[in-house]
């Protein structure tokens, strides 16, 4: 019997949502108040007074230094043939620190109250540690921070497109169809170098298939996929079989052809990774009979690329399904009925419109589209 379990990214990223956290209603108290000067105009202030704040003593760094007009800390790229800077506020790089006042040691988590930190705190001194890629510096309250170079520099390089893989995500074409990416059983399992392997394929290729999968009983699959991460549940279950038995009501429980699509539509957070343990699509060759195929076989779309093939050869089309939310449902079992918290549109773009991070379709779990 051959065996392969086959690992999808279904989405570039979990689509944040934008509320409120209990630092910024905390925070909001040491603002002043908002004025409105005319209807429609409304004065915000700004979270921190501009002032005078002296030079930077750098003795033997010129990493940071002041623009001594605005008051703002001011990264030198460290290129000696590099005239590049950024402006940055001093509670930003406060706000940084990785020093064990600030920082859980044991647990990597903040100490320190970002409210109790004086907002006219600044740096007063940067110095060089010796041998090391790191630059101290010494606060105006008396705090003591080391920061890793490579914090100044990565200003420099910030990607302007949303999501983690639009730059190294390949096309899906005839040729991975033919020889798909895989990684041994074996490898993921044993070694740290197989799993970053197997994940490094998953992230550039959409798909990845874990060959010489054990078959013997299903705990070898369910190991392999919590040492990648942890299962989610959902009201199919966690980890779980189907067949065309209608279980639940729904078409994969069915011996109906699926068109292309992607699942949990009508979840406000669909599946990202998805991992299907196929055992076979045509009888074993010890059998008798018929050896044409059971049936059973997987369409993979590359949904990314279908979408910007989309907005290069039919713009209008491409903005509709980014721009025009549809209602998803999934209500076929008695005492289950699921849809997101809103309508969410086929292609979900990353803020300001930029790359498109997931795709949401499934005919079968789309509801009526609204009239007018």
Known sequence: MRSTLRLLRVSQAQAGKATPSKWFKDFRGLLPRESVVSPGLVVRPSIHQ????????????RILTRNTETGDLVVNHDKAD??????????????????SECINPDTLQRKTDITKI????????????????ELAVTWSDGHESTYDRELFRDLFFIRSTVGPFPAMSLPLGPRRSQ???????????????????????LAKNGLVFITQTPTTTPLPTRLLLERIAFIRHTHYGGFYDFTADLAMADTAYTNL???????????????????????????DASSPGDSESLGGESLLVDGFRAARALRDRYPQAYEVLAGVGLPWHASGNEGIAISPDKMYPVLERGPGGGEVVRVRWNNDDRGGCRGG
């Open 257 to 283: 052809a699926l068109g292309a699509h992607t699942d949990t539509t009508y979840f406000s957070d669909p599946a990202g990774l998805q991992a299907f343990h196929v055992l076979s699509h045509t009888p």
């Open 50 to 61: 501009r002032k005078r704040r002296p030079e930077i003593n750098s003795p033997d760094s």
């Open 118 to 133: 004086p907002l006219d705190v600044h740096v007063v001194e940067t110095r060089n540690k010796d041998q090391t890629d």
């Open 179 to 201: 020889i798909p990416p895989r990684v041994p059983y074996s490898d993921v399992m044993t070694t740290t170098s197989g799993l970053q392997r197997m994940t490094d394929l």
């Open 82 to 99: 590099s005239n590049k800077t950024k402006a940055v506020s001093d509670l930003w790089l406060r706000d940084r620190c990785k020093c």
